[in-house]
């Protein structure tokens, strides 16, 4: 006999969840994901508010304390990770430097996302005389070693956040390039897109109202990796003395600065280097997690965990 309750023809079918609801329980499901966007709100909070509320603390010069070791609760809260060479607290300086590296990495990110995409579009849809010209683009520029692109053209240009920026989104563009290429001409053979042509829909319309939905998850993905990638790309070029220059800051150049007195005051360099390590990982750990929410094939993974009654 059969223990399941009965539905009668009055009995309502609970409500399907908001899609807001849906995403924020596939997100307490995964707790990795779930604290990965926590430090990454953190990181965005202190890129705002940082250089407004520490930027003359983290400026300020004090040679009595100069490379003061960390952990000395004396000194105040500000000075328990240290202070560098010139006695100004790193604690404040890392806040205050988070404007500077989420800003150039995000700008890069942004442009190159822009650029690509446009472009990828135009090379799947378009006839294939003109995706063979455009790919052919993409090929030059990647032709180029992109450390080796950025040094000479910031050593062209001179070193600035516009330059950094510029030539980041210039050696990424290939990378969205490609992959919105060969999204669009896997996608255009499919029947909704082939029903929209038959209907008369303009080519301009079925990119943007029925092709570009569809790519965007894979693009969103794609551009959180590589929020990471060039975080590293632009601590690269600090280091090497090519990127942001003083008084200006990020972390790669704080990482530079404290590269000659590791012997004796390692935390100069580990604090910002640790900043950019756990800002990668929490990158890499919400791209994951987002490679599995957008997409319909996979998804019930993480709604299955995020169930109450799981």
Known sequence: MSNAPAVTEGTALPAEPSAPRRFLRMLWADKFALAALLFLLLVVLMALLGPALLGDVAQKQNLRGRNAPPFEWARGWLWWMGADSLGRPLLARIIVAARNTVAIAAGAVLASALVGTTLGLVAGYASRR?????????????????????????????????????????????????????????????????????????????????????????????????????????????????????????????????????????????????????????????????????????????????????
Do not use: C
């Open 130 to 310: 003109v995706g063979e010209a455009i790919m052919r683009l993409a090929d030059v520029i990647m032709s180029f070693p992109s450390l080796l692109l950025a040094v000479i053209v910031l050593y062209v240009l001179g070193p600035s956040v516009t330059n950094v920026v510029l030539v980041l989104a210039i050696t990424r563009i290939p990378v969205y390039l490609r992959t919105t290429r060969a999204e669009v001409l896997e996608i255009r053979e499919r029947m909704f897109v082939s029903a929209a042509r038959v209907m008369g829909a303009s080519p301009r319309r079925i990119v943007l109202r029925h092709i570009l939905p569809v790519v965007l998850p894979t693009l969103t993905t794609l551009a959180t990796l590589d929020f990471a990638y060039v975080m590293l790309a632009e601590s690269a070029l600090s280091f090497l003395g090519i990127g942001i220059q003083p008084p200006d800051i990020t972390w790669g150049l704080m990482i530079a600065q404290g590269k000659e007195h590791l012997t004796r005051a390692w935390w100069l360099s580990f604090w910002p280097g640790l900043a950019i390590i756990l800002t990668t990982l929490s990158l890499n750990l919400l791209s994951n997690w987002m490679r599995i929410a957008l997409d319909p094939t996979q998804r019930w993974r993480l709604e299955m965990r995020g169930r109450p009654d799981a």
